[in-house]
Structures are given as structure tokens and as C-alpha cells.
């Protein structure tokens, strides 16, 4: 037990951990070794002494009145006040007295418990540590080797002092991935598995990995120059990100799709092909939807609570759509409303006098009246 500090200091180095984190986590260990040794059904103290760097283990009995029934059935976990008073005059029925223990005189049986009580702790410490260090990345790339593939295609991936995985249903569509290849993915997830202990889960195909990519190859978004105001993707097929830039030299748009769409097409490969529509957000909610329809140019918007009804010609309706209705799914994600067409020349399923009144308001937006 002699100079614990130091083994503390030692455990706290090697481990890369919190000095006062492992003090804490020896005191336990102590503590636990003690319960084994003496019995669990009393109470313990320990302490690091900063002057002699050893540790102290005591033992906490309670005051009680002579009548009192625990003195036959747990005897050694409280003190009569008649005996208290031998000790300390002071004392009075529901203090508590403390002796000191030692483990020491104990031998082996201690040394080996204490081993596997301290091993425990630090072990729990190390984990809670790791833990809390990727759960704060949630949202963040990661990139690592292949190190195996299962049955059902979860594929695992080393990265750093931990395995992720990529389940099958985060990876997009089409991809395979092999022993030894490297996987850039964000962080989706970190929790704790009874059975696996803790998991940390990553994914392909969350907007939140498309964010990341942009990031990392725009410098104007990683200096915060421009903003993501929100993103939607279909995995692998098609994606639109809103952007805004925070002074008004910057061209949102244009630094991120960059020169002859250098950097968009970097962030489309790394997403296998995934065609990616920059649009400027704006806080009008109705020019913010139109912009997210587009390539369909719209005429009108009408906005009812989260439905928004936008107003097109005829010939916009399959732009608007899409192929398998992809712009309006990811129009609608992007901007958080339900989009309705209502196409010019037929009648609204509401009001038409109202759409007329929209399209008035839209185009005063745009400074054509």
C-alpha cells in the first residue's frame, strides 16, 4: 500500500487518464477489496494521504442504544453507546465511530483481491473515457480500415482503440466493402451494449455524412464563412444542401460548388455519383421552397401551416417531380414543409383565388412588380 500516489500517477500516465479520476477509481477499488475481505455488510472509507502518498482504509460503525438488535445480528457494523463512550465521551446514539484497517496483514488473499478490484475500475475508466470521446464526434468523419465483413454485410471498421460498425442499412446502395479497404463514414451513434459493451455505429447515407464531407473540402464552411442551413439526401441517387454565408462578400453557392464544380463533384464522388443541388437559403419561407424546387421554376407559393402548395406550368411538372418523385421528396425534406403542385389552368383543390394571391406575393419577391 505504500506510496499508492505514485502507482496512481503511474496508472494515470500510461492510461492517458485523469490523475483525480484514478485516485478515485483505487478508493473504490479498495473499498471493494475490503467489502470482499471483511464483509460486505459494513461500511468503508478510504483515503489518499497527500503527506505519506499512502492510502487508508477505515471502517465505519454506527452508534446505537444498547437494546438495539443489530448488536447480535450485525455486530460488527455498529458500537453500543456504552462502548462508544470509552472512545469518544461525545458520542451519542446515530454517529459513527471509524477505525482504521489494514490490508496488509491479510497477505495474498488481499493482494489478489485488490488486483482484480483495481483492474475492474481502471478498465471501466478507460471505457467510460473512450466513450465519452466519440460520443462527443457524433456527427463527425471518421475513416478506418476494414476488418471484417459478417454474414448479414455489417462491415467493421478499425478506427484508432475501437471497431465501428457500418451497418448494411447505413451504407448506400450498391456499395461492397472487403478486408483491408479504407472507409471514410460519420459517426451516427455511440451506446452501450449489455452484451458488446460499448458500440460505436456509423453511417453512409445520414445527411449529417454529406455535411461533414462539404466541411472538410470547402474551407469557406469549415471557417464558418458559410453556413449548412439544412441538407437531404436519397443515399446514392440525389442530395440537396440549403447554404448561407455569413458576410456579404461570400457567394454561399459558388464556394462550395467551387471552380468548374471542383469541390461538389469531390464530395458527389465520395458519395458514389450522388448528384448534389446547392441552393442559397433564404429566411422567406416561401422563396426558400421555391429555390428548393428547383431545377422546376415556380410561380407561386401558398403556405398553410407545415403544407406548403406551390403553383407551376404544366411543362415544369416532371422537373418538379422528378424522376420516382425525388426533387419534391427532397424539396419538401430540405425545407421541412409537405409540398402539393397545383399546376397553372386547373383549379386548386382549395382556393384558387388564393394560389393567384401567392403568385402576386412570389413575384413581388423577386421584384417583378
Known sequence: MEKISDIIESIANEKGLDIESVKERVVRAVIGTARRIYGAQNVYDAVVDANTKNIKLFQKVEVVAPDDERLV?????????????????????????????SLDNLGRTAASALHKELEFHIQRLVEEKIFEKYNQMVGNIVFGSVVRVDGEENTYIEIEEIRAVLPRKYRIKGEKFKVGDVVKAVIRKVFADKAQGMRVELSRTSPKFLEALLAAEVPEIKDGLVIIHSSARIPGERAKVALMATTPNVDPVGATVGTKGVR??????????????????????????????????????????????????????SK???????????????????????EIGKVAPEDNN????????????????
Do not use: C, W
Not at 445480528?73 to 484497517?101: C, F, H, R, W
Not at 422563396?287 to 411543362?315: C, G, Y
Not at 393567384?356 to 413581388?364: E, M, P, Q
Open 264 to 317: 461538389i463533384n469531390a464530395v458527389s464522388k465520395e458519395l458514389n455519383g450522388e448528384n448534389i443541388d446547392a441552393i442559397e437559403y433564404v429566411s422567406e419561407p416561401a422563396l426558400f421552397i421555391s429555390r428548393a424546387m428547383s431545377p422546376a421554376i415556380v410561380s407561386a407559393v401558398k403556405i398553410n401551416d407545415q403544407q406548403a402548395t406551390i403553383t407551376i406550368a404544366s411543362e415544369q411538372k
Open 354 to 369: 388564393s394560389n393567384n394571391d401567392g403568385l402576386k406575393g412570389l413575384k413581388a419577391l423577386f421584384g417583378e412588380e
Open 320 to 342: 418538379a417531380i422528378g424522376k420516382s418523385g425525388i426533387n419534391i421528396r427532397l424539396a419538401s425534406m430540405l425545407t421541412g414543409y409537405e409540398i402539393q403542385i397545383h
Open 73 to 101: 445480528s450485525a455486530p460488527t457494523s455498529v458500537i453500543s453507546l456504552q462502548n462508544a463512550k470509552k472512545e469518544d465521551a461525545s458520542a451519542e446514539v446515530g454517529d459513527s465511530l471509524s477505525y482504521e484497517l
